[in-house]
């Protein structure tokens, strides 16, 4: 596709269940960023894959939170037994493989968990 | 925290004014970019502006960066209501990328 696409674009869900949230760079791109906004506030880093190198978890909030990216392209986010805290939207943005280029977004999954 | 800080908050003007919006960050920088973001949803990119390069323009839009104050500005010149929305400043340090809170701008007609 010409953006990047994420999945499902809105989820309700129950305490306690797990979700999986999807997203789809832009083809060709090999950075690949995960971010969550909490209502009214700024973008949280989350987790950020670069090619084949190890990926950056160091802003997932918990052990519940997890992210793999299959052959360098589709990116899943699991976040098991979810909690009403983790309700937000979560971000998804893809990066050419360069330092000096923008990164482009999705149009988020907006979680609520209830 | 390396996040960065917009400021202001919030700004409301009347449509046709000039809306300037200043961000700062804490790091050496590769480039700073400014987003749009509209009701909570995707953010669009606008400009980006590298470490070497001191002003850049794109349409109505200008961006300042003074590395040594580690600052940036965007100015949006005849603004429209079209152009309420969040701003967003973003900086590349190592390599994720590093977003300030926003400025939440409000076009009045």
């Known amino acids: 596709g010409a953006g990047v696409s994420q999945s499902p674009s809105n989820k309700v869900t129950e305490k306690g269940k797990d979700v999986e949230l999807r997203c789809d760079p832009i083809?060709?791109?090999?950075?690949l960023y995960w971010y969550r906004q909490s209502l009214g506030q700024g973008l949280e880093f989350l987790i950020y894959?670069?090619?084949?190198?190890?990926?950056?978890k160091s802003g997932l909030p918990s052990d519940r939170f997890s992210a793999e990216r299959t052959g360098g392209s589709v990116s899943t986010l699991t976040i098991q037994r979810t909690q009403q805290e983790d309700s937000a939207v979560y971000l998804c943005?893809?990066?050419?493989?360069?330092?000096?280029?923008?990164?482009?977004f999705g149009q988020g999954t907006r979680l609520t968990v209830v | 925290s390396q996040q960065g800080e917009e400021d202001p908050q919030a700004l409301s003007i009347q449509e046709g004014e000039n809306a300037t919006m200043n961000c700062s960050y804490k790091?050496?920088?590769?480039?700073l970019q400014w987003y749009r973001q509209n009701s909570g949803r995707g953010l669009v990119h606008l400009i980006l502006?590298?470490?070497?390069?001191r002003e850049k323009h794109s349409g109505r839009l200008r961006v300042t960066l003074d590395t040594s104050k580690k600052s940036s500005s965007l100015l949006i010149t005849a603004s429209r209501a079209a152009d309420t929305a969040s701003y967003f400043c973003?900086?590349?340090?190592?390599?994720?990328?590093?977003f300030g809170q926003g400025t939440r701008l409000t076009i009045n007609p």
């Open positions: 943005a893809s990066r050419p493989d360069s330092t000096g280029l923008a990164a482009f």
């Open positions: 083809s060709g791109h090999t950075a």
């Open positions: 894959f670069q090619g084949n190198s190890a990926p950056d």
């Open positions: 790091t050496s920088i590769n480039n």
């Open positions: 502006i590298r470490s070497n390069e």
């Open positions: 973003v900086y590349q340090g190592a390599q994720k990328l590093v």
